[in-house]
């Protein structure tokens, strides 16, 4: 999907604002050359704010985003592109993200045994504006941003099967307490949508939305 322009993306500086190691291997697979600038912003959004999983996921990447891009904005060359997301599991209203501890991935993964959840990723794409500054000569920031959804359904797990996978240590860093691509995957029955957009990154969407506003930018 990206072979049409990426002799000009190789040519780009581009910015991951994201430390996921699944984000990174999942673009770096497809060829695409990158920093990784993880974000510092504190995932403290009230939640009760949102009327729906996908909004919430969405203003949290672009504040992850956004706040990386602000942070290069000044540098010289500054990011052609910065390339943020946020993931989050939802069921029965409920959006759950990574386990605080123990108990609390016991609890999601008992919840969500036997079931189907959601998998939500909204991802945000900030690119410079063309000959556009503000007052202080800072480039200003074009926004572009979309999500995807996974409906994913569990198999029934015993509490021996949930204690013993929390135990390998894999869920304390997934939102939603599982990690498909690795031991987790072997929890799940099976996946109505995207399959890397449960490991955090909808690839094919991406590719869609970049190749779209390269062709609006030529």
């Known amino acids: 999907m990206l072979q049409p322009i990426m002799h000009v993306l190789s040519r780009q500086r581009i910015v991951l604002a994201s430390g996921s190691p699944r984000r990174k291997q999942i673009l770096e697979n497809v060829g695409l050359q990158f920093e990784v600038i993880p974000s510092t912003f504190e995932e403290t959004l009230d939640k009760s704010t949102f009327s729906n999983p996908a909004e919430y996921v969405l203003e949290t990447a672009r504040h992850k985003t956004l706040q990386v891009a602000e942070q290069l904005s000044q540098e010289k060359p500054p990011p052609d592109l910065v390339i943020g997301a946020d993931t989050v599991v939802s069921m029965d209203g409920r959006i759950f993200e990574k386990p605080k501890d123990f108990q609390d991935a016991f609890n999601m993964l008992s919840g969500f045994s036997g079931k189907s959840h959601t998998v939500f990723t909204g991802v945000v794409l900030v690119t410079p504006e ?81 190749l779209s506003l390269h062709n609006q930018q030529t």
Do not use: W
């Open 130 to 210: 063309k000959k556009s500054e503000n007052t202080d000569g800072v480039q200003e920031m074009k926004v572009h941003q979309f999500h995807e959804a996974t409906e994913v359904f569990m198999a029934p797990l015993t509490p021996e099967i949930v204690k013993s996978y929390i135990e390998t240590g894999e869920p304390m860093d997934k939102a939603g307490g599982y990690g498909i691509q690795a031991q987790g995957g072997s929890l799940v029955e099976k996946v109505h949508g995207d399959y890397f957009n449960v490991m955090g990154f909808p690839l094919c969407r991406f590719a869609k939305e970049l």
